[in-house]
């Protein structure tokens, strides 16, 4: 490969500003191309950190590991830290690489279609572009997932997705519902017991949680950040930190590992020692495996359920009514606000956008068992397009920043293919998907995830849709294409 003839025209479309796509955009421009343009639906970049606003919103990776490489932060407040803090750290990032811009607001792609070696766009603005590359940058947990409950429409309350916060809604000595388990259900209840007059968390399915400590950074801790670079690189690349993420990686792997054995003990003392009440922690008690749903860290979440004001409703949701929901067992509570912590539609990744590759091949033909892309980046018959934090990702309670910077690394050596003028387009063969995703489904089956409950890393035939492997073998992976995977042309 001759990088000598990079070709600095090539035009690159990001598809949306969020943690990957902002990503893209830096790493373009740093390499000397500027014919860059990122589309965002929405008028403010940040993604998930810009749709999810609600009360006790927190990341469940360690601050400093929820970090661009690039872009050390010392002024990260806590160990986890809280959403608004994340949004504004993008912000900041943005600013100062000055990718404003370069990026469209309020412009959804609406369609994608691959014609003589370049993909022809369409947006919602009724523009037109033509990219010879797409990175479709567009999230994971983005589409939120609305349940259909009986009467929801009649609630006189307000009644709202947790990624669809309603402001206007004042929290104070309000009787609230909180329908869904999951983290955002947890940190919105952790986060709600203070105010509400009556809270309640009707739970479909108990939750494992580990015990967390989410310490501040002292004022000395970030000042050492502040002025001692080597100090900030270090924690950020803090090796025991490290050592148990890889652990944690083997751990979901590996379920009959020593490492998954301690996560469970972890767990279950946390349960026994922290609630009380027997039936209320029998309540609580998941009857399947620790970190088969993603695991949920929390310090206070066991004590806040404790509270009088607090309940765990495990009856489940019949229907909604004017005042408030009716449970299965027939009782009627009557709330103010009702929030659906309902989780997203995992497998959307970008659609509904329309994208036809070659041979007339569209996105859902390509996916209509599963979505699926060789090694999470690339799609075959969809050449010069490549996802970042795709389908088949690590995406079990790592920090979704290092998985998209290492993607792009490997992203970047594909499209160096078509830059050096060596072919006009790459894209992952059908044999090489079909073998990865062969090997994919049989490790999936055995990993934590696959062992018996409902997640949203689970595909809709039950298969984890997530990365089995260790996080170790995914930076592996990462490090170089296998050419012989991919059709070149
Ligand atoms: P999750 O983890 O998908 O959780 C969704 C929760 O909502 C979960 O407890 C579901 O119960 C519950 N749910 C969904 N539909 C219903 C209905 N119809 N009735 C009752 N309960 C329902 O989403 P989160 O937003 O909490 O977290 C997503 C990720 O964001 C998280 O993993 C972090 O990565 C950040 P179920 O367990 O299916 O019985």
């Not at 580990?210 to 000395?220: G, I, K, R, W």
């Not at 749903?293 to 909604?320: A, H, M, P």
Request: with cysteine; charged share 20%.
């Amino acid at each position: 490969m001759n990088n000598n003839k990079l070709n600095t025209q090539h035009h690159y479309v990001i598809i949306g500003a969020g943690m990957a796509g902002i990503l893209a955009a830096i790493k373009l421009r740093e390499a000397g191309k500027h014919n860059v343009r990122v589309y965002e639906k929405a008028d403010r970049i940040g993604g998930t950190w810009r749709e999810n606003t609600y009360p006790g919103l927190s990341c469940d990776v360690p601050s400093h590991s929820y970090t661009y490489s690039f872009e050390p932060n010392s002024e990260w407040t806590r160990h986890l830290p809280p959403g608004p803090e994340v949004q504004a750290y993008f912000e900041s990032v943005v600013a100062k690489y000055q990718l404003e811009e370069i990026i469209s607001f309020n412009e959804e792609i609406t369609d994608c279609r691959f014609k003589n070696n370049q993909w022809h766009i369409s947006t919602s603005k009724g523009n037109s572009d033509c990219a010879d590359f797409v990175i479709a940058a567009t999230g994971v947990l983005h589409h939120p997932r609305i349940p259909h409950i009986d009467g929801m429409e009649k609630f006189k309350g307000k009644i709202f997705h947790s990624a669809r916060w309603d402001h206007s809604a004042p929290l104070e000595n309000k009787r609230i519902a909180v329908i869904g388990t999951g983290s955002t259900g947890v940190q919105i209840v952790t986060a709600l017991a203070e105010c509400a007059a009556q809270l309640c968390h009707y739970q479909r399915t108990p939750q494992w949680i580990m015990p967390v400590v989410n310490a501040e950074f002292s004022e000395a801790e970030k000042a050492l950040f502040r002025n001692d670079p080597v100090a900030l690189k270090s924690i950020q690349n803090d090796p025991e930190l490290e050592a148990n993420i890889e652990r944690f990686s083997v751990a979901i792997t590996e379920p009959d590992s020593a490492a998954m054995h301690e996560i469970e003990n972890i767990v279950r003392e946390n349960l026994e020692n922290s609630i009380s009440d027997p039936e209320l922690r029998e309540r609580l008690r998941p009857n399947y495996r620790a970190a088969c749903k993603r695991l949920i860290y929390s310090e206070s979440f066991y004590q806040v359920v404790q509270q009088s004001n607090v309940e765990v409703l495990s009856e489940g949701v019949d229907t909604i009514e004017e005042n408030g929901i009716r449970s299965a067992d027939g009782t009627l509570r009557e709330f103010d606000i009702i929030v659906l912590a309902t989780g997203f539609q995992a497998d959307r990744f970008m659609r509904p956008m329309r994208i036809t590759g070659e041979n007339d091949i569209t996105l859902e033909q390509a996916w209509a068992d599963r979505p699926t892309a060789y090694m999470s980046v690339s799609i075959p018959e969809f050449p010069n397009l490549f996802m970042l934090n795709g389908p088949n990702g690590p995406v079990g309670n790592f920090s979704l920043i290092e998985i998209a910077e290492q993607q792009w690394h490997y992203i970047s050596q594909l499209m160096s293919l078509v830059e050096s003028a060596q072919y006009q387009k790459v894209s992952a063969s059908q044999t090489a998907l079909e073998d990865f995703d062969k090997a994919r489904i049989i490790a999936a089956k055995k990993s934590i995830f696959g062992s018996g409950c409902q997640s949203w890393y689970l595909d809709a035939q039950g298969i984890p849709a997530t990365w089995p492997w260790t996080r170790a073998k995914f930076k592996e992976a990462m490090q170089k294409p296998d050419l012989s995977a991919y059709c070149l042309a």
